[in-house]
C-alpha cells in the first residue's frame, strides 16, 4: 500500500514552453502533497505544499507563477512549469501525506527528470 | 529554521561491515524518516521513527528526541545498499531534508 505515482518520469522540452507534472497518491486519500526539487548530487529542498482545495503554500524563492500547483482532488496534484528555461531543468519529486490522523508520514513518488533545451 | 545535519557525508566500506549515520536536528520535531535514494532517484522509505527504535532485517534506527539525534545502523552490508540515504524532519508541516550521506559498498 500507500503508492504514490509521477507521469511522465522524464520530458524534454524547449525553452517557453510549459510541462505538467502530476502526482497520483494510488490506494490512499491524500491530505497534503508536496513538491521537492533536486539538483544532482544535492538534497530535496521543499517547493512547496498543497492542501487540497486550497492554494499552495509556496517556500521563500519559489515563484508561484512560474511553479503552478494544483491539488483539485484528494488524489491528485499537479505541477505546471511556465515558460520553461534551460535553468528549470531539475528532479522533481512529490509526495503525500495519507489521511490518518497523527500520523505525518510521507510517500514519495519515483520523480519526473525535466530537461528543458 | 529548523537545521538538519547529516554524518558522515561520504562513507566507503567493504562489503559485510556495519556502519552507522547519524542525524542531529535543532528542534523538537512532529515526525522523522530514514529514506534510501537508489541510482534512478527513487526515494524509499526505511522508517518513520519519530521516537525509539526500530528494526527491519539488516537495518535499524534509533531516535532519541529529547536528546535531537537518529541514528541509522546497517549491519553485513552489501553492494545493494550502496546510494543516498536522507534523514528528513517534519515540524509545522514543513519538511527538511539533511544533505544526505553517500555510502558506497564495496565488493
Known amino acids: 500500500g500507500a503508492v504514490v505515482s509521477q507521469h511522465p518520469s522524464r520530458v524534454i522540452c524547449k525553452s517557453g514552453t510549459s510541462v505538467k507534472i502530476e502526482c497520483r497518491s494510488l490506494?490512499?486519500?491524500?491530505?497534503?502533497m508536496f513538491w521537492y526539487r533536486q539538483f544532482p548530487k544535492q538534497s530535496l529542498m521543499l517547493m512547496a505544499t498543497s492542501n487540497e482545495g486550497s492554494k499552495a503554500t509556496y517556500e521563500q524563492g519559489v515563484e508561484k507563477d512560474k511553479f503552478l500547483i494544483n491539488h483539485a482532488s484528494l488524489t491528485l496534484s499537479t505541477l505546471t512549469v511556465t515558460s520553461a528555461h534551460p535553468e528549470d531543468s531539475s528532479f522533481y519529486i512529490c509526495?503525500?501525506?495519507?489521511?490518518?490522523?497523527?500520523?505525518?508520514?510521507?510517500?514519495f513518488g519515483p520523480g519526473t527528470r525535466l530537461t528543458v533545451t | 529554521g529548523i537545521q538538519v545535519e547529516q554524518s558522515p557525508p561520504d562513507l566507503i566500506l567493504q562489503e559485510g561491515a556495519n556502519s552507522t549515520l547519524r542525524c542531529n536536528f535543532s528542534?523538537?520535531?512532529?515526525?522523522l524518516q530514514w529514506f534510501h535514494q537508489n541510482p534512478w532517484g527513487q526515494l524509499i522509505n526505511l522508517f518513520y521513527i519519530p521516537s525509539g527504535t526500530k528494526q527491519n532485517g539488516r537495518l535499524s534506527a534509533t531516535t532519541v528526541a529529547t536528546e535531537r539525534y537518529s541514528l541509522l545502523y546497517i549491519s553485513s552490508s552489501q553492494t545493494t545498499d550502496s546510494g543516498v540515504y536522507f534523514c528528513a524532519v517534519d515540524r509545522d508541516d514543513k519538511i527538511i531534508f539533511g544533505k544526505g550521506t553517500r555510502l558506497h559498498i564495496l565488493p
Open positions: 490506494d490512499f486519500q491524500a491530505t497534503t
Open positions: 509526495s503525500a501525506r495519507a489521511r490518518i490522523p497523527l500520523s505525518y508520514e510521507q510517500y
Open positions: 528542534d523538537s520535531v512532529n515526525n
